[in-house]
């Protein structure tokens, strides 16, 4: 069986979703393990919405298990593994992570991730990049970009192989010194830290300055009536900063 770093791996040519079809592998080796395909026919997002898909990206599943009550940390460590990942092929400076786990550069969207429970306290993290293409959307909930639009030339398999190794070493920091490590390169690297930002949950609108992370990796705002914690919602810029 193939292995990266100390992980279990298949890649398919193709699958509906990835997240579905790690499933199907970990039921198989009963180990953590992971699983890309060089295309996927029904990506999902978050709240039922669509991940487009465009041949050359890299759309990949890992499987392990994560205490529920750190869930919220491990959110936060994704993005950074992401971060650090497309750190190697950009300047540094252009790359930030969007609460709670988006990739930006440049301030458009780069990469999604999603989180969803997987069997025992199993659960899956699902990752996509946009490598040498971004796929035609409707309408993007935010600009999208891809590596290939700022001249780097590379492929999925090195991005993902890039991709293990940072996750591993960003998961060992974290077992060794403890969420603050995560916290304090999450608000380093934050898109729009300090700033004015529109939190949207539903039909909810939550205006304030960007501010801080709270202990279980939730954001703080400072708004007109104090701070406040938000475990999820979709973050905006807002468009006049007054
Ligand atoms: C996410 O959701 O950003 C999580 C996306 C996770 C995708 C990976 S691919 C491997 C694994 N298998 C899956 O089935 N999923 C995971 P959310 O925050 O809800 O953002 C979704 C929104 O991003 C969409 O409504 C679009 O506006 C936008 N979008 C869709 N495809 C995109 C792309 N390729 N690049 C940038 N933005 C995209």
């Not at 509906?16 to 990506?43: E, M, Y």
């Not at 990942?85 to 300047?91: I, N």
């Not at 300055?209 to 400072?222: E, M, P, Q, R, Y």
Request: hydrophobic share 40%; charged share 25%.
């Amino acid at each position: 069986m193939e292995k990266i770093e100390n992980w279990f791996y298949e890649d398919l040519e193709q699958t509906s979703s990835t997240n579905d079809a790690v499933l199907d592998f970990l039921a198989k080796i009963k180990a953590p393990c992971i699983l890309s395909a060089r295309t996927q026919t029904n990506g999902r997002g978050r709240l039922g919405r669509k991940w487009e898909g465009a041949s050359g990206n890299l759309y990949v599943s890992f499987a392990y298990p994560i205490d529920i009550s750190k869930i919220g940390h491990y959110v936060l460590l994704s993005g950074l593994a992401v971060l650090e990942t497309l750190k190697v092929f950009l300047s540094k400076n252009l790359v930030q992570v969007k609460w709670p786990n988006d990739v930006f550069v440049e301030g458009k969207k780069i990469s999604g991730i999603l989180f969803e429970k997987g069997p025992q306290d199993y659960w899956v993290m699902g990752i996509g990049i946009n490598i040498s293409k971004v796929p035609t959307l409707l309408n993007p909930m935010y600009q999208i970009t891809s590596l290939a639009d700022f001249g780097v030339t590379t492929d999925r398999t090195k991005v993902l192989k890039i991709l293990v190794k940072q996750f591993d070493f960003l998961k060992t920091q974290y077992e060794k010194y403890g969420y603050s490590y995560i916290k304090s390169l999450w608000l380093d690297n934050a898109y729009n830290r300090g700033k004015k930002v529109t939190i949207k949950q539903h039909d909810r609108k939550i205006e304030g300055v960007l501010f801080d992370l709270d202990a279980n990796g939730g954001l703080i705002l400072k708004t007109h009536d104090g701070e406040k914690h938000m475990i999820a919602g979709d973050l905006f810029i807002r468009e006049k900063n007054d």
